[in-house]
């Protein structure tokens, strides 16, 4: 699979007086912008891109919490509990392309990835669920700060997992 984050070796730049230039070597002007090669070099570590990916889902997956804690489920006893499961199935499914696509860049076995992939997730849930039932009701945490403390191990377990089971070839 070709590198999805490598850009063209022809860059372009504003010279002194605000003129596009090309260069053919990659390099930068002073002031325009990080030089390609460091950035490239960043988003070669699986971890960063991870991270960057993780980072989008996971707020795409807390505004989807937090509009069922706030709205639908306000006043439903439990219902940041209920509020987790909507937020955890749609984040799943945006994950599993961003994952496969940009941090672990693998094809084939599509099917056996995502229900490996919905496995490692159910796994995060369970654990997210018990975290975000001991910090509420046992500590009596608010919980969108709870569920904000229990993403902190989800992350790790789900990076472990991913790249051992769903993703691992």
């Not at 053919?24 to 070099?41: F, L, S, Y």
């Not at 997210?128 to 608010?142: C, D, E, H």
């Not at 709870?146 to 070839?169: E, I, K, P």
């Amino acid at each position: 699979m070709p590198d999805v984050w490598s850009t063209s070796r022809r860059t372009r730049h504003l010279d002194v007086q605000g003129h596009q230039t090309q260069s053919g070597r990659g390099t930068v002007t002073e002031g325009t912008q990080a030089p390609p090669g460091r950035v490239r070099r960043l988003l070669a570590d699986q971890r960063v891109r991870f991270l960057i990916v993780g980072a989008t889902n996971t707020v795409i997956g807390y505004a989807v919490f937090a509009v069922f804690d706030l709205t639908v489920f306000a006043d439903v006893p439990h219902g940041h509990l209920l509020s987790l499961l909507p937020a955890y199935a749609i984040s799943i499914v945006i994950a599993f392309f961003l994952y496969r696509r940009f941090v672990f860049q693998v094809s084939g076995r599509a099917g056996r990835d995502f229900l490996a992939f919905v496995g490692v997730n159910l796994f995060s849930i369970g654990l997210n669920l018990v975290l975000l039932a001991i910090l509420v009701g046992v500590f009596a945490i608010p919980s969108l700060v709870a569920q904000a403390l229990a993403l902190m191990v989800t992350v790790l377990v789900s990076y472990f997992g991913h790249r051992a089971v769903s993703f691992g070839r």
